[in-house]
């Protein structure tokens, strides 16, 4: 139930970004640069690394919806079991381990990053364009979630899927003209 009664009680981020367009222009325009900043993740792996993050704030808005987009942009969903209690999701090889930190740190305790996370995504192969895309990432879904649970968004299963196959097909720049925005950039 959303709490700003103007948007009515089954209001969605979509409802949000057609009523506050200014605002949807640079929150989809900053999720649009996160996710095509390099070519080194799928949108799939963006997505999952979306939900990831929206699992550590416990937003169950968004963990769901990216959780869906994920899917929908084939990543596997066994993914996703316990996803929530996990230290880290169960992708990809030990490369990724150093990732997974680096969303966990920068999501709940921002503040305890430091010169030894980016070292590790380094000396794990990642270059430094990777880590200012997954900062990027990262912070894109921050904000999300704060969204989602600033406005009490909630949704059902069916929004959830139909959301995630939206975000898989048209991604964020193609929600934002979907919409009539031009995203900032």
Not at 31 to 41: I, K
Not at 135 to 141: C, D, L, Q
């Amino acid at each position: 139930m959303s709490f700003l009664p103007s948007l009515g009680e089954r209001a969605t981020l979509i409802d949000v970004y057609r009523k506050y367009p200014a605002m949807a222009r640079h929150v989809l325009g900053l999720a649009e640069a996160a996710f095509t900043m390099t070519d080194a993740f799928t949108p799939g792996e963006c997505e999952m690394m979306g939900a990831y993050v929206s699992a550590l704030n416990n937003c169950g808005y968004c963990r769901r919806i990216h959780m869906e987009a994920a899917i929908s942009d084939g990543i596997d969903r066994s993914v996703f079991d316990d996803f929530a209690v996990a230290d880290a999701p169960r992708y990809g090889d030990a490369r990724w381990r150093p990732v997974f930190e680096y969303v966990r740190a920068l999501t709940l305790a921002p503040a305890s990053v430091f010169r030894g996370h980016t070292e590790a995504l380094l000396a794990a192969g990642w270059s430094e364009d990777v880590i200012v895309q997954l900062t990027t990432i990262i912070s894109a879904f921050n904000v999300l979630n704060r969204l989602a649970d600033g406005f009490g968004l909630s949704a059902n299963e069916e929004f959830f899927a139909l959301a995630g196959q939206r975000l898989a097909a048209k991604g964020y720049g193609g929600t934002a003209k979907m919409l009539g925005l031009a995203v900032a950039g």
